[in-house]
T-cell receptor, first 114, second 115 residues
Framework: NAGVMQNPRHLVRRRGQEARLRCSPM?????VYWYRQLPEEGLKFMVY????????ESGMPKERFSAEFPKEGPSILRIQQVVRGDSAAYFC????????????FGPGTRLTVL | KQEVTQIPAALSVPEGENLVLNCSFT??????LQWFRQDPGKGLTSLLL?????REQTSGRLNASLDKSSGRSTLYIAASQPGDSATYLC??????????????FGRGTQLTVWP
């Protein structure tokens, strides 16, 4: 049973470009969470999604950031017009539809903005 | 707003010692608490999950306790080994209200176990 998969593992973008991060949850998991880890800081919640629904996006900046989890395919975190302050590690986690809400994390995407 | 604090921030010990890592949180209305391990440049590995109704969980050399009323959790590592060297993160799961599902993380305890 494969774990949470994220790609790419490393992404380099120039200021003003778009970054697109992908997350495939564990098999059978329908809840996806995105977290951001800035250098020298703890992980911060960004957004919580279920299939085709955004449940809680209160941790996500209102401009330039968007997330989706379509009926088919991976969850996507999209950052438009990236700035240097977006450089961070972005982690995706998933949990099953029922039960303890234990979250399982992917290896992360490390975004560097030049 | 939930605040999670971990003490100490860093710990360096010789192999074989028993360790206690501390986590405190400000809002006792939690759904669960998870302890994770993070190796440099890697993702998070879930170690233990304690539901809000539980007092402790054990897995191998690890034991985690939860005192919800006082807002504290401890992670006990028995007979530490160099392979235990990593950053240990405490994360509190929000109660199923307006912030359902999200985890609030501490900054972590960076553990080094030397041979």
């Amino acid at each position: 049973n494969a774990g949470v998969m994220q790609n790419p593992r490393h992404l380099v973008r120039r200021r003003g470009q778009e970054a697109r991060l992908r997350c495939s949850p564990m098999k059978g998991h329908s809840h996806v969470y995105w977290y951001r880890q800035l250098p020298e800081e703890g992980l911060k919640f960004m957004v919580y999604l279920q299939k085709e629904n955004i449940i809680d996006e209160s941790g996500m900046p209102k401009e330039r950031f968007s997330a989706e989890f379509p009926k088919e395919g991976p969850s996507i975190l999209r950052i438009q017009q990236v700035v240097r302050g977006d450089s961070a590690a972005y982690f995706c986690a998933s949990s099953p539809p029922r039960g303890t809400n234990e979250q399982f994390f992917g290896p992360g995407t490390r975004l560097t903005v030049l | 707003k939930q605040e999670v604090t971990q003490i100490p921030a860093a710990l360096s010990v010789p192999e074989g010692e028993n360790l206690v890592l501390n986590c405190s949180f400000t809002d006792s209305a939690i759904y669960n608490l998870q302890w994770f391990r993070q190796d440099p440049g890697k993702g998070l590995t879930s170690l233990l999950l304690i539901q809000s109704s539980q007092r402790e969980q054990t897995s191998g050399r690890l034991n985690a306790s939860l005192d919800k009323s006082s807002g504290r959790s401890t992670l006990y590592i028995a007979a530490s080994q160099p392979g235990d060297s990593a950053t240990y993160l405490c994360a509190v799961g929000a109660d199923r209200g307006s912030t359902l599902g999200r985890l609030y993380f501490g900054r972590g305890t960076q553990l080094t176990v030397w041979p």
